[in-house]
């Protein structure tokens, strides 16, 4: 294979997020699979700084343009407006210039295989050229649907995307009233759009295979694949019990995104003040860059709780903690912040939702919670019992190489590409 093409709707690196770690780990082993192979990178650029972190796996990186405020009005106003064509995203990222500009470089590379990076960017699909490859990341739709019945605890329904919106629309968007009727609505079309661009793809991917099998039964599409994110295990075992602060617990995540923010925000307000009654010493940290104001203002809110935005080593500062906390109030997919808790030893305290698409074993592997009192008596015994934090800690990482190893997680990747 000569050349593989990403069109991602950010850059994906450096590994900030959950996402651009997983788009980085598709080009690593495309690379490994095809070593000879030249990767070409069309991306949109979300941070200008993030350029010179540009990892060799990528041969040549192009700087794609969204569309002007006048094309993005007209987009949301007639494709998702007015014919409901469009999700709203698909219509913030969608540039007729950029259209022909990829289209010119396709016909000029002649690449065997496109990834695509979300529906966001599956307009830009190129039929006559090539693999046609979608990642879902995971069905948006139903994470939008989910949202709807936390929305008390979502400091910006839309996160990080509302900065792509027109100016008009984007104040329109941070009236709540206005934003439940915005991801109504997305969710709406969201749902119409991932089914009916499917059949434009040759191979469709998922982070999670169950959410992958979903899918395929929903669309009959020939090809629907779960890879979700390859983690390598802490080498530790067999070293001693490993060492952490007892009165430290940790939340991970972009904290501009809905699932995270409102996780928190719910967390201190009806759980956090029970553990810290009975735990005077322990303090929460919040781990994650682009904390919301209503994000900042626990920390003011809240004794213990501590707001400490983007961060340079994540692994260090988790690591520290006796437990990582997880009670999501919604989302979809695979939560790689779980899963990468896991693999550094770290026990987990999570939900339904947190642990679906992992098939760990409650207590054993991580603890699973049905309600808020569990959540508390689990993070309790977790931060006073040091040999049953040691148990999960072993058991987890047992886990992780079991389920999400390199050998487990390439070998969908093979199918795509061979």
């Known amino acids: 294979m000569k050349t593989i093409m990403f069109i991602t709707n950010r850059f994906p690196f450096p590994n900030t997020d959950g996402r651009k770690n997983m788009l980085l780990q598709y080009i690593r082993q495309m690379k490994e699979i095809y070593p ?10 979300d941070d200008d700084r993030y350029l010179k972190h540009r990892p060799d796996e990528i041969d040549r990186l192009v700087c794609l343009e969204l569309p002007g405020l006048a094309e993005k009005l007209f987009n949301v106003a007639v494709y998702s407006l007015l014919l409901r064509r469009w999700p709203l995203q698909v219509s913030a990222y969608y540039s ?48 939008y649907r989910r949202q709807l019945e936390w929305f008390h605890y979502i400091p ?3 996160g990080g995307f509302a900065d792509k919106l027109p100016g008009k629309l984007k104040r329109l968007a941070d009236v709540k009233f206005i934003q439940k009727w915005l991801i109504n609505l997305e969710s709406q079309l969201l749902g119409k759009y991932e089914k009916r661009v499917a059949a434009h793809f040759h191979h469709l991917i998922f982070t ?10 929903v669309t009959r599409h020939e090809s629907c694949y779960g890879i979700p994110m390859k983690f390598e295990p802490d080498g530790r075992q067999g070293s001693g019990p490993r060492r952490y602060d007892r009165n430290k ?13 409102s996780a928190v925000v719910y967390f201190c307000e009806r759980i956090w003040p029970k553990i810290k009654r009975k735990a005077p010493d322990a303090t929460f940290y ?8 209503e994000v900042l203002q626990l920390q003011e809110a809240y004794p213990g709780v501590v707001v400490t935005g983007e961060v340079d080593d994540v692994k260090q500062i988790v690591s520290n903690c006796a437990l990582m906390i997880a009670p999501l109030l919604f989302g979809t997919g695979i939560k790689t ?24 074993n409650h207590s054993e592997d991580l603890f699973i919670c049905d309600s808020d009192d569990e959540i508390v008596q689990n993070v309790l015994l977790l931060l006073s019992n040091p040999e049953i934090n040691e148990k999960v800690s072993r058991n987890s990482v047992r886990y ?13 990747m093979e199918l795509i590409l061979s």
Do not use: C
């Open 286 to 293: 919040i781990v994650g860059k682009n904390p919301t104001a």
């Open 36 to 45: 000879g192979s030249e990767i070409v990178n069309l991306s949109f650029v």
């Open 208 to 217: 999670s295979p169950t959410e992958a099998e979903s899918f395929r039964k």
């Open 96 to 143: 007729r210039k950029t259209h022909r500009k990829i289209k010119e470089i396709v016909q000029s590379e002649k690449p065997e295989l496109i990834l695509y990076d979300m529906v966001r960017v599956a307009e830009y699909v190129s039929e006559e050229q090539g693999r046609q490859v979608l990642s879902y990341d995971d069905l948006l739709s139903l994470r």
């Open 400 to 412: 992780v190489a079991g389920h999400f190893s390199s050998s487990v997680t390439r070998k969908h």
């Open 337 to 360: 912040k779980i899963v990468e808790a896991m693999s550094w030893g770290v026990p987990v305290v999570t939900n339904q939702i947190g642990v679906e698409g992992i098939s760990a």
């Open 156 to 158: 910006s329904a839309l």
């Open 249 to 261: 617990l940790v939340f991970v995540g972009k904290m501009d995104i809905p699932h995270n923010s």
